[in-house]
């Protein structure tokens, strides 16, 4: 220790102290003890007492010990912070994408990502890494969206849910909220993803829909693109449905299912058991379903825009074959636009 600090024999304790403050780089702290204030980015000034234990508990880092029977008297001691409870919380949302510029933070406007980032640490006072399941683009909605986030906030799950959605617009709403096994990971854990496209197909533009549907006023056979589209299911190269090939390290994914019914209303239930799944072949909606282990870029949107030909009689299953073997996004059709795409749900067993 320097002989500044160790100073004459009637020094004060109170002036010493903050010789030893001013001796410190950083910037203001306090003692939560004493509330006497020093500078310092890493440096506490403690009090020595006959309660250790509260002493560690009130001065946590790199510490000057000043002993207060004599206060001209000092050692440098650390004490290591407390651990921390981190848990792991997987919450679905719902949200209208119409105002967003999509699900990342982007630094051309207002993401549905930044604003769930904002409600969190509104709710808890954390700063959070927020993962998804996938990357909606804008206009593109999300019926059962999943995200996940590790926190040290005790909250119980279900109270951490409705002080995240008080901090939520009405157009994004937190469905639920679970705690998850810390090595979950809402992208990386996905198995399967479901999408639906909707198409109005209807002569009379319904307003009201505008921003939910895509609205195609030419008749269109939902059968004949049912059909076409039986040649997607599988284990395929889908490059001929990218965007901007390569976005990813292979495009080699996984088709499950794709049907494609007709129905008298827009379905936008949050899941497909909430759904009166009643076919109806006068209905004036499309309903394009698709599941897989996963998506390329636009690849649904693309999907959508070449099955639309087939439905006006322009070619069948078997150019759908050709397409997807001639891996070219030139042969494909038009992306469909974003507005009737809904990512409906994400499974992970």
């Given at each position: 220790?320097k002989?500044?600090?160790?100073g004459?024999?009637?020094s ?9 403050a ?7 702290l306090?003692?939560p003890?004493?509330r006497f204030?020093?500078r310092g ?17 009130e001065?946590?880092?790199?510490v ?21 409870l981190t848990r792991?919380?997987r919450?679905?949302l719902?949200?209208?994408?119409t105002?967003y510029?999509?699900?990342?933070v982007?630094p ?8 769930v980032?904002?409600a969190?640490k509104r ?9 998804s399941a996938?990357?909606?683009?804008s206009?593109?909605h999300a019926?059962?969206?999943?995200a ?24 994004i ?7 998850v096994?810390l090595?979950?990971?809402?992208t990386?854990?996905a ?11 209807s002569?009379?533009?319904?307003p009201f829909?505008?921003?939910?549907v895509w ?7 939902s059968?004949a693109?049912h059909?076409?589209?039986q040649?997607?299911?599988g ?18 994914r996984?088709v499950?299912?794709l ?11 949050f899941s497909?058991?909430?759904l ?24 649904v ?5 070449t099955l639309?030909?087939a439905?006006r009689?322009?070619?069948g299953p078997a150019?759908?074959?050709?397409i997807?073997?001639a891996m070219s ?21």
């Open positions: 220790m002989k500044s600090l160790n004459g024999k009637n004060s304790p109170f002036r010493n102290r903050r010789r030893l001013m001796s410190a780089p950083g910037g203001i306090q003692c003890r004493c204030s020093w980015s890493d440096l506490f000034v403690a009090h020595v007492s006959n309660e250790p234990q509260r002493q560690r508990d001065h946590v880092g790199n000057f010990l000043v002993n207060s029977s004599q206060p001209l008297r000092a050692s440098r001691i650390s004490f290591e912070r407390p651990p921390t792991n919380l919450m679905t719902a949200y209208d994408s105002r510029v999509g699900w990342q982007q051309n406007g207002l993401s549905v990502q930044e604003v980032t904002k969190i709710a808890s006072g954390e700063d959070v890494n927020l993962l996938g990357r909606t683009d206009g593109v019926l059962g969206q999943v996940s986030f590790k926190t040290d906030s005790k909250i119980p799950a279900e109270g951490f849910r409705k002080a995240i959605q008080n901090f939520l617009p009405d157009d709403q937190l469905r639920d909220i679970a705690e096994d090595e979950f990971h809402a990386f854990s198995k399967r993803k479901r999408y639906r496209y909707v198409i109005h197909n002569r009379i533009h319904n829909l505008r921003t939910y609205h195609y006023h030419a008749a269109l056979d059968t693109m059909a076409a589209a040649e997607l299911i284990r395929h190269d889908f490059r001929s449905f990218e965007t901007n090939w390569p976005n990813k390290a292979t495009s080699v996984t499950y299912e049907t494609i019914k007709r129905h008298r209303f827009c379905p936008l239930g497909t058991g909430d009166p799944l009643v076919e109806d072949d006068a209905g004036d909606y499309i309903w394009i379903e698709i599941v897989a282990n996963g998506f390329l870029y636009n690849m949107r693309t999907i959508v825009g639309v030909p439905g009689g322009h070619y150019e759908v074959r050709r997807r073997d996004r030139a042969e494909a059709g038009d992306t469909a636009p974003a507005r009737g795409l809904y990512l409906v749900e994400v499974s992970y067993d």
